[in-house]
Nanobody, 115 residues
Framework: VQLVESGGGLVQPGGSARLSCVAS????????MSWYRQAPGKERELVAV????????NSADSLKGRFTMSRDNAKNTVYLQMNNLKPEDTGVYYC?????????WGQGTQVTVPS
């Protein structure tokens, strides 16, 4: 099982970035996919989640309007489009797959927005 995130880096305030997470080794379409992030010195927090049947993703209230999650079951990939980035968005962004007791995490990708 692998979840491989990419697309992070240094982004100027107000800029945008698109994260990708490519999954392999499990039945991607059967798993709930989500993005989490962890800022320095803080706990990991949920950014957005997308359920098996599709539909609109649920984003954290504080991020609605700036962050949008999508999934492509044909490519075993989820995306996180991040707009109008702020310094407080700095952190490591993780992809997560879950189905009942099976939970997988990616290694994370760093996003840095300087102040």
């Amino acid at each position: 099982v692998q979840l491989v995130e990419s697309g992070g880096g240094l982004v100027q305030p107000g800029g945008s970035a698109r994260l990708s997470c490519v999954a392999s080794g499990f039945t991607f379409s059967a798993y709930v996919m989500s993005w989490y992030r962890q800022a320095p010195g803080k706990e990991r927090e949920l950014v957005a989640v997308m359920y098996i049947g599709g539909g609109s993703p649920n984003s954290a209230d504080s991020l609605k309007g700036r962050f949008t999650m999508s999934r492509d079951n044909a490519k075993n990939t989820v995306y996180l489009q991040m707009n109008n980035l702020k310094p407080e968005d700095t952190g490591v962004y993780y992809c997560r797959a879950a189905r009942f007791a099976s939970v997988y995490w990616g290694q994370g990708t760093q996003v840095t927005v300087p102040s």
